[in-house]
């Protein structure tokens, strides 16, 4: 299985900053179609998971322009920007590439 | 519009068949896939397996030998199937559309 670490585990930030996410798997996630199934989520307390980006870099429906993500291979980076209220809980990346699709162990972030 | 909404029993005795409904509604279960995804209390996510819109089936090798996922597309169900429940099955059970919109998850817990 491709195993997909995450940093950091907790992520404290004040309102208005700048953040990234790190999600490193165990082999490159370049599907055979040339295309990159790595996505990210974030999950709110008591709610399911929502999808902010998904194949690296592209910005689900109704997702601010605060998220960005990047990376290559096996190296990705979600990037928060100007850091809202609504933008705490955990965040989880997702590799749909290979079987089983894997999460990262997920990433807090938090206030202050 | 989108919508998932999961249904089942919330309470299963060990070694009992767990038996879970997803009730979709704005797209058809033809022409998209949909998995399961299941969250421990507390801890982070895990790919159960899916259905394709062909019909196909993936499982996770850890769960395959006691999981079988199906589906009615007259009735826009997909179905879960898990024996030999133990307690550590306890868990949230999402359905998810291909990982881009979820279900609101229903709680599993698996006790005599």
């Known amino acids: 299985d491709v195993l997909m670490t995450q940093t950091p585990v907790s992520l404290p930030v004040s309102l208005g900053g700048q953040v990234s996410i790190s999600c490193r798997s165990s082999?490159?996630?370049?599907?055979?179609?040339?295309?990159?199934?790595l996505h990210w989520y974030l999950q709110k307390p008591g709610q399911s998971p929502q999808l902010l980006i998904y194949r690296v870099s592209n910005r689900f429906s109704g997702v601010p322009d605060r998220f960005s993500g990047s990376g290559s291979g096996t190296d990705f980076t979600l990037k928060i920007s100007r850091v809202e209220p609504e933008d705490l809980g955990v965040y989880y990346c997702l590799q749909s590439t290979h079987f089983p699709w894997t999460f990262g162990g997920g990433t807090k972030l938090e206030l202050k | 519009q989108v919508q998932l909404k999961e249904s089942g029993p919330g309470l299963v005795q060990p070694s009992q068949t767990l038996s879970l409904t997803c009730t979709v509604s704005g797209f058809s279960l033809t022409s998209y896939d949909v998995h399961w995804v299941r969250q421990p209390p507390g801890k982070g996510l895990e790919w159960m397996g899916g259905?394709?819109?062909?019909?196909?089936?993936a499982y996770n090798s850890a769960l395959k030998s006691r999981l079988s996922i199906s589906r009615d597309t007259s009735k826009s169900q997909v179905f879960l199937k898990m024996n030999s429940l133990q307690t550590e099955d306890t868990a949230i059970y999402f359905c998810?559309?291909?990982?881009?919109?979820w279900g609101q998850g229903t709680l599993v817990t698996v006790s005599s």
């Open positions: 259905i394709w819109g062909d019909g196909s089936t």
């Open positions: 998810t559309r291909g990982g881009s919109y």
């Open positions: 082999q490159s996630l370049v599907h055979s179609d040339g295309n990159t199934y």
